[in-house]
Antibody, heavy 123, light 109 residues
Framework: QVQLQESGPGLVKPSQTLSLTCTVSGGSISSGGYYWSWIRQHPGKGLEWIGY???????YYNPSLKSRVTISVDTSKNQFSLKLSSVTAADTAVYYC???????????????WGQGTLVTVSS | SSELTQDPAVSVALGQTVRITCQGD??????ASWYQQKPGQAPVLVIY???NRPSGIPDRFSGSSSGNTASLTITGAQAEDEADYYCNSRDSSGNLPVVFGGGTKLTVL
């Protein structure tokens, strides 16, 4: 059973960089067909996709956040990470890591999620 | 268009059938996946592909698609099905590989 676990500071100061890591267990991050993703949810709001990374290092980011986001992967530790720079209060949200599976040319889905971690941006 | 549109709220009587819909141009090209989210919990995948349920998801959950509309149907809704439901797909315009609907709050009466 694949499990994902987010870790990182729960409080970040404005203008600083938010850094989170997702540790994957029960499966290899280097397996093909999976896109390791970050998704956030503002309090009381819907889901917002931040970006994903393939084990090879290829990334794709939400254009609305692209200038501030970096996602990286460490296959030796079976981890992938999120950095979001120049944060403001608007970045306060629950951040989830998730595995996106490519099943066919028409079928993509997030089958495993971390439990989420609340990150508050405040001085 | 890179949008998926859901009704904000839907209600159903206990034991009855409810359909939650998701509309978007991308659904003409890609299947929707559906997620159930209860308060304070991470989303859980309930339907993916043409009509597939992950292991552990009750068979009262089913999915369908027609044109630009995907539907999640709960046949015989239970109290524990009260939750937010989100649809998700890939954007067909190429601008955004991942797009979520705004979510539907399901109330079981």
């Amino acid at each position: 059973q694949v499990q994902l676990q987010e870790s990182g500071p729960g409080l970040v100061k404005p203008s600083q960089t938010l850094s989170l890591t997702c540790t994957v267990s029960g499966g290899s991050i280097s397996s093909g067909g999976y896109y390791w993703s970050w998704i956030r949810q503002h309090p009381g709001k819907g889901l917002e996709w931040i970006g994903y990374i393939y084990y090879s290092g290829s990334t794709y980011y939400n254009p609305s956040l692209k200038s501030r986001v970096t996602i990286s992967v460490d296959t030796s530790k079976n981890q992938f990470s999120l950095k979001l720079s120049s944060v403001t209060a608007a970045d306060t949200a629950v951040y989830y890591c998730a595995r996106r599976t490519y099943s066919s040319s028409k079928t993509y889905y997030f089958d495993y999620w971390g439990q989420g971690t609340l990150v508050t941006v405040s001085s | 268009s890179s949008e998926l549109t859901q009704d904000p709220a839907v209600s159903v009587a206990l034991g009855q059938t409810v359909r939650i819909t998701c509309q978007g141009d991308s659904l003409r090209s890609y299947y929707a996946s559906w997620y159930q989210q209860k308060p304070g919990q991470a989303p859980v995948l309930v339907i993916y592909g043409k009509n597939n349920r992950p292991s552990g998801i009750p068979d009262r959950f089913s999915g369908s698609s027609s044109g630009n509309t995907a539907s999640l149907t709960i046949t015989g809704a239970q109290a524990e099905d009260e939750a937010d439901y989100y649809c998700n797909s890939r954007d067909s315009s190429g601008n955004l590989p991942v797009v979520f609907g705004g979510g539907t709050k399901l109330t079981v009466l």
